[in-house]
């Protein structure tokens, strides 16, 4: 007893609290969508579960009551069985693509009677405890390249087979485990080049290819004059800048390549309306155009 009282007392209450207020502003959300005047429906009345406020009160219910289960569980319960758990949901990975259901154009479902259940979802939290697992080893050095290897290993597995599943987006959402690593001991370079390859990417979506050699000729002019002053090799300086550019032009070419003619067409749609909602204002920039409408008529309060 005594045990639990100190789990609950090491909590991050403001972490829970603002996790349940997100919870409820959600569901108040899809609740005030899905409400109609004519004919109001309480959480008390039977035809209220089968609409979509009623199933997302079911789910918030359910994942409560996993919470509980979750938190009487010894921590070390999870330790012993993240290799099974990961094991378990890379091989649900596997088979979706055999045995899942289509939904909303996603063939990334499992059906189980009327209950629908997407793989790369749980798939996420079981790279979080077998990636925990891994790195509470102290011989673990993210220094080294042999641990960052089997890091990435861990990370990549289930993205690649997400996106197998044409489930893109996703997978990306792996991508957000580098600032877990990076905190565990894995040094700047790689987070930084991350970045570079994000601003790389966008850029190379929104300038022409002149463009971004312009700039980067600007740059390296830039270097080429303050370097004197810090550096005496300057030969293999400038044949890294020259590398460094011809490098950088071809990792813009094949982004302009793989967006035109590997992505599908709802993937460029995406990306267009992320980098300009004004796109399709009827469709995929539709909520984001109306929110601005709103905002702009009404202001924020």
Not at 45 to 71: H, K, P
Not at 116 to 145: C, G, H, M, R, V
Request: hydrophobic letters at 55%; a neutral charge; charged letters at 10%.
């Amino acid at each position: 007893m005594s045990q639990e009282s100190n789990q609950i007392g090491k909590l991050d209450w403001i972490t829970v609290g603002l996790y349940a207020l997100f919870v409820l502003l959600g569901w108040m959300s899809i609740y005030s969508a899905v409400y109609n005047p004519e004919a109001p429906l309480g959480i008390f009345d039977e035809a209220f579960y089968t609409s979509n406020a009623g199933r997302q009160l079911i789910w918030i219910g359910t994942s409560l009551v996993l919470i509980m289960l979750i938190f009487a569980l010894d921590f070390r319960f999870f330790e012993s069985f993240a290799v099974f758990i990961y094991a378990a949901f890379m091989l649900a990975l596997i088979a979706v693509p055999f045995l899942g259901v289509t939904i909303n154009g996603s063939h990334s479902w499992f059906k189980l009677g009327g209950i629908t259940i997407q793989p790369a979802e749980f798939s996420k939290t079981a790279t979080a405890l077998l990636l925990a697992k891994y790195l509470n080893d102290p011989q673990i050095n993210l220094t080294k390249w042999m641990s960052q290897w089997r890091s990435a290993l861990i990370i990549a597995l289930p993205m690649l087979l997400i996106i197998g599943s044409n489930e893109t987006g996703s997978a990306l959402v792996f991508a957000s485990f580098i600032i877990l690593l990076y905190r565990e001991g894995l040094p700047g370079e790689y987070p930084g080049l991350l970045i570079a390859l994000i601003a790389l990417f966008v850029s190379s979506l929104l300038l022409s290819p002149l463009t971004i050699l312009i700039c980067l000729l600007g740059m390296a002019s830039l270097f080429v004059i303050i370097l004197p002053i810090y550096q005496r090799r300057l030969p293999q300086t400038y044949v890294r800048i020259a590398g460094a550019i011809a490098i950088i032009m071809a990792l813009s070419t094949i982004v302009d390549w793989v967006v035109n003619h590997v992505l599908k067409e709802h993937q460029r749609n995406r990306i267009k309306v992320l980098l300009d909602p004004s796109f399709d204002t009827r469709g995929l920039g539709y909520q984001v155009t109306q929110s601005k409408i709103a905002i702009g008529s009404g202001g924020f309060w």
